[in-house]
């Protein structure tokens, strides 16, 4: 994290119509006297011209919705491929050398395997990696939606209704970010092992890592809820609960999407991390963390594209999601400039 | 000052003290009998229950934490199969699976971890600031676009996927480095070129990726401070370019940085799992992950502690570095 919660506050929101859109978006500087075109643009439109000049985002949003797609219709691609992720060939030696290394150069890429096949049991690569994309993304979506809805509430209780209860909520968000998470959550995933694992990782990432987003939030808060419409909202007898949906969370809404971006390429990190680990989803479900473990157990020497191209594929995710999220933050806040 | 000290400190102690709570409380109701490791095989159920009573795991859990603290304190005894074991205070609780105390066990790690961390943490800090530095001082340039890509490339590849690279590629084809003895990374007896050709990738691979987000936040906070208006009046009074960026610009630019070396070094000093599970080393957080497929949970309760006590304390030395380099935090 780069910016200062206080930078993420952005013009977003709709809650000061007196602020006028930032200059220089639409400039006609000198000229006749002819009569300028005044537009109004909502600052979400503001952000959203941003955007789209922004030629990093226009290629990392790209490969982020190419990776959705290849996850959405990773069923289709693996037909279309003419392969199963799960289908062990028949006769292993038509692909595997008696040592269960891929035939062929480069892993066993041919016409036939586009990836490849993995070692020991001949299973097609491209297959498994678009399923793959699969595990990694759902899983680290559910878990961002997880945190950033823990996040929100207890950053906007604490740093609303304060008092013992912003103590209380605070001191939680100090101890759990002491945790070590990682060692934790792999004890936990060990014991609780009749559990869905899918669900457990979701629960696990999103359930350790919204401190920082209630943090955040909190800080928000604060500053916010000194603000005149807050205490207009109050005068006119606003119940506390409709203060902080209708007044205080459209607010938010920015600088939490701005981090809901930032928090993806990370969980996905961490979903790698538990599947390296051997505690990610279970075989015979593929993900890219978990063919890279296989590859350190024995096989990345001989076989370097079993380990390059998962490897390679968990590098372009989190590296799209990343200059995404840098741009979208540079789209909602008019003030940074790089 | 004295009072924002001890503020923290107490804080501090607190919040280790409820990281105890929570940690004792869930390895302990976390299935795992260790009455199972003494017992024969197929027990009966009253063998079971006597030693259970013998170690004290039959107790309600407050009496069996309040044993766990006491422990801590002053050390305790374990009556392990047939003699009575002492474990001296701090005693983190007995590994039933190994037959040694946690603490034993935790500091035989340390120095592998300790010495992982030291290194990259090192190499790092030098390498991500004064690439970050130059960077924000040389805006724009062909230099700082190529620093901002690898660096960017940097913070999105995980550590064990550059761990499998350089072994790949250093270890095995080009054959520059030996392969990493993991019983006796340090040589046995100490040998300092052993313990180099050891350490030399995990300290590369680690550093890599921390340097990485740290040029990009030396950057950011760089030319933050470099456009405020007393570097403006430094320049103005003539200063030398030299002491404007060093003792103007970096002085400032550099606190966030002192907050996330210290967060970031007791971090790994818990264990660098991921690392040391890439490159086989015996560290506290392999040592945890072997523990866990072996649900010998006291002794990755221990290690939990133990990096929690780390991450704990790293927090209350960047407030107190926080409140000397910067005096406005003192203040409120």
Not at chain 1, 17 to 35: I, K, L, R, S, Y
Not at chain 1, 289 to 295: E, H, I, N, R, T
Not at chain 2, 67 to 90: E, I, L, Q, Y
């Amino acid at each position: 994290m780069t910016t200062s919660p206080q930078d993420a506050i952005l013009g977003a929101g709709p809650v000061d119509p007196t602020a006028t859109p930032p200059e220089g978006v639409d400039g006609t500087p000198g000229g006749p006297p002819a009569e300028p075109k005044i537009e109004g643009r909502s600052p979400w439109a503001l952000a959203w011209m941003r955007l789209r000049r922004d030629k990093v985002a226009i290629v990392s949003g790209t490969v982020v919705i190419l990776l959705f797609l290849i996850a959405i219709f990773a069923p289709l691609l693996a037909r279309l491929a003419g392969q199963d992720p799960n289908l062990q060939p028949d006769d292993p030696s038509s692909v595997l050398d008696p040592s269960g290394f891929p035939l062929g150069s480069f892993g066993g890429i041919s016409g036939e395997h586009w990836f490849g096949v993995e070692p020991v049991n001949g299973r097609d690569l491209f297959a498994r990696i678009v399923y793959g994309a699969r595990v990694s993304l759902l899983i680290s979506l559910l878990a961002t939606m997880v945190q950033i809805a823990i996040g929100v509430v207890v950053g906007i209780i604490a740093g609303f209704v304060g008092g013992w209860l912003d103590n209380l909520l605070s001191g939680l968000v100090n101890v759990l970010l002491a945790f070590p998470i990682i060692l934790f959550g792999i004890a936990l995933v060990t014991v609780a092992d009749s559990v869905n694992r899918e669900l457990l990782l979701v629960l696990l990432i999103g359930g350790f890592s919204w401190p920082y987003i209630a943090r955040i939030v909190r800080g928000l808060v604060l500053s916010l809820r000194e603000k005149e419409f807050i205490e207009a909202a109050r005068s006119y007898g606003a119940p506390t609960w409709r203060i902080m949906l209708r007044e205080l969370l459209p607010n938010l809404v920015g600088p939490i999407l701005v981090y809901s971006t930032l928090v993806i390429p990370t969980n996905i990190l961490t979903e790698a991390a538990f599947s390296f680990l051997g505690i990610g989803v279970r075989e015979p479900q593929s993900s890219w963390g978990g063919m890279l473990s296989k590859a350190a157990r024995g096989f990345y020497q001989d076989d370097p594209m079993f380990m390059i191209i998962p490897g390679v594929m968990i590098m372009v995710t989190v590296l799209a999601f990343n200059l995404f999220g840098d741009s979208v933050r540079d789209a909602l806040d008019p003030k940074s400039s790089r | 000052m004295f009072r924002f000290l001890l503020k923290r400190l107490i804080v501090g102690i607190v919040t280790l003290w409820v990281v105890t709570v929570v940690v004792f409380g869930i390895f302990t109701i976390i299935p795992g009998d260790p009455a199972l490791v003494y017992a024969g095989k197929d027990p009966s159920a009253e063998v079971l229950a006597g030693i259970r009573a013998k170690l004290g795991v039959d107790k309600p859990l407050p009496e069996q934490y309040a044993t766990f603290m006491k422990g801590v304190a002053v050390g305790r005894d374990f009556p392990t199969g047939p003699k009575m074991v002492h474990c001296d205070a701090p005693c983190l609780g007995y590994s039933y699976k190994k037959d040694v105390p946690v603490l034993g066990l935790i500091t035989r790690a340390l120095p592998i971890t300790a010495t992982m961390a030291a290194g990259a943490a090192l190499l790092w800090l030098l390498g991500g600031v004064s690439v970050g530095v130059l960077s924000a001082l040389r805006r724009g340039t062909f230099f700082d676009r190529i620093a901002m890509t690898i660096s960017l490339a940097g913070v999105s590849l995980p550590v064990y996927f550059t761990g499998l690279i350089g072994l790949s590629v250093f270890v095995y084809q080009l054959q520059w480095l030996p392969a990493i003895d993991t019983n006796s990374p340090f040589g046995n007896p100490f040998d300092p070129v052993q313990t180099f050709q050891s350490f030399i990738l995990p300290w590369v691979v680690l550093a890599f990726l921390y340097a990485a987000s740290y040029a990009r936040l030396t950057r950011t906070s760089m030319l933050e401070t470099m456009s405020e208006d007393y570097i403006r009046t430094a320049r103005a009074k003539g200063l030398p370019e030299r002491t404007v960026v060093t003792r103007h610009g970096m002085r400032a630019a550099l606190t966030p940085i002192v907050t996330m070396f210290g967060l970031d070094l007791g971090a790994l000093l818990g264990g660098a799992i991921l690392t040391e599970y890439t490159f086989g080393l015996q560290g506290l957080g392999k040592q945890a992950l072997d523990a866990i497929n072996k649900f010998d949970y006291p002794l990755i309760m221990g290690t939990t502690l133990f990096a929690a006590f780390f991450i704990i304390v790293a927090n209350i030395v960047v407030d107190v570095l926080y409140a000397f380099i910067d005096p406005r935090v003192r203040l409120s």
